[in-house]
């Protein structure tokens, strides 16, 4: 068993502003005004590469252009926003893990600090599954926090990896990797048609596409009836959330992470706004923050503690305005004290 700096009575809440050091931390130098050669993106890096403009229209958010498209059944902006999440994984993630050219990095410390709490992330990539994955700490079939099934290539040599995830990775508005398969065909026991069925549960696929050579030896299930696109596996950015929260595999990712909520006695959120777009997502879990203390890491923690304070007084907010970088740097400020003392 690992040692870390905290137990897992320790649960993080991870937004987008948890990833947005991992370019330069993988050595990826700016390129242009717009951005990084593979990056993960924060919502405001989305303008141009899927809408094609350089400032918001007036009136309008991110979360209201990508309603926009929607609307007008337009797929593209969307689309294009999982490929470049997707590029990142394929580029970043191979330079940050264990093994690779960037592999002294403040994720991998991070990870193994805390090596046994729950990480929730409203995040769709998988930076986090596959620098646990190599870090021999996690696998596909039990990490997600539900069974999934995955294929797994023979190695003949080597280390092989872990059957039991030393903690789960819970993607709050899905992953790209995974999809439920929510139906099946029955096959005809006489000369009758097959059968269209829905009456058992939700069944889990690991699918990673283009970016499975991340996950070896760990293979996508080879697709079926019920195979799902990766845009359709996730909760696009709009404003109203709540039909994609019904989701099957979202839904069992919030019933475990209230679960792990509830087990522990302090939460940290990092890179998480709190936006109040969000808000049909982020009130499913705070029953389980009740009467404990949550620490907001992000550079606008300060003002951002003081608003949720104001709107859930039952909450004890507390604040490191810090990027993630900065916080793990600087030895994990807000942490000690809950920690040691």
Not at 60 to 67: A, G, N, P
Not at 135 to 162: L, M, N
Not at 286 to 297: D, E, M, Q
Not at 309 to 333: C, D, G, L, M, R
Request: glycine share 8%; hydrophobic share 35%; charged share 25%.
């Amino acid at each position: 068993m690992k040692e870390g700096l905290a137990s897992c009575s320790t649960a993080f809440l991870l937004g987008a502003g948890f990833s947005i050091d991992a370019a330069s931390e993988a050595g990826y130098p700016t390129l242009s005004s717009s951005g990084l050669k593979a990056r993960y993106p924060l919502t405001g890096e989305l303008l141009e590469p899927c809408f094609g403009i350089t400032a918001l229209p007036q009136g309008k958010s991110v979360e209201d252009l990508f309603q926009d498209s929607v609307d007008r059944r337009d797929p593209r902006p969307f689309s294009v926003l999982c490929d470049i999440l997707m590029e990142a994984d394929y580029y970043i993630t191979p330079q940050l893990k264990q093994g690779g050219s960037r592999s002294n990095n403040v994720y991998t410390k991070f990870l193994n600090d805390f090596p046994e709490s729950p990480l929730l992330t409203y995040n769709y990539d998988s930076l986090l599954e596959v620098l646990l994955l190599a870090d021999h700490s996690w696998c596909p079939g039990d990490g997600y926090g539900v069974p999934v099934e995955a294929f797994q290539r023979t190695i003949r040599c080597g280390k092989q990896p872990v059957a039991k995830s030393l903690r789960p990775v819970l993607h709050l508005h899905g992953s790209l990797c995974v999809y439920a398969e929510t139906f099946y065909i029955e096959k005809s026991r006489d000369s009758g048609p097959d059968m269209l069925r829905f009456d058992r549960d939700p069944q889990f696929r690991f699918s990673p596409e283009e970016i499975g050579s991340c996950f070896f030896p760990f293979e996508k299930v080879p697709p079926r009836v019920g195979y799902v696109l990766p845009p359709e596996r996730v909760i696009a950015p709009i404003p109203d959330k709540a039909e994609g929260l019904k989701g099957a595999f979202i839904e069992a990712m919030y019933n475990r992470s209230v679960s792990e909520l509830n087990k522990a006695s302090k939460i940290i959120a990092i890179g998480y706004s709190f936006n109040p777009f969000d808000r049909t997502s982020y009130e499913k879990l705070l029953g389980a923050f009740h009467g404990k203390t949550v620490l907001l890491v992000g550079p606008e923690a300060k003002r951002l503690a003081k608003r949720l304070a104001s709107e859930y007084p039952n909450i004890e907010w507390q604040a490191e305005p810090k990027s993630f970088k900065e916080w793990v740097i600087n030895n994990y400020p807000g942490v000690y004290k809950h920690t040691l003392g």
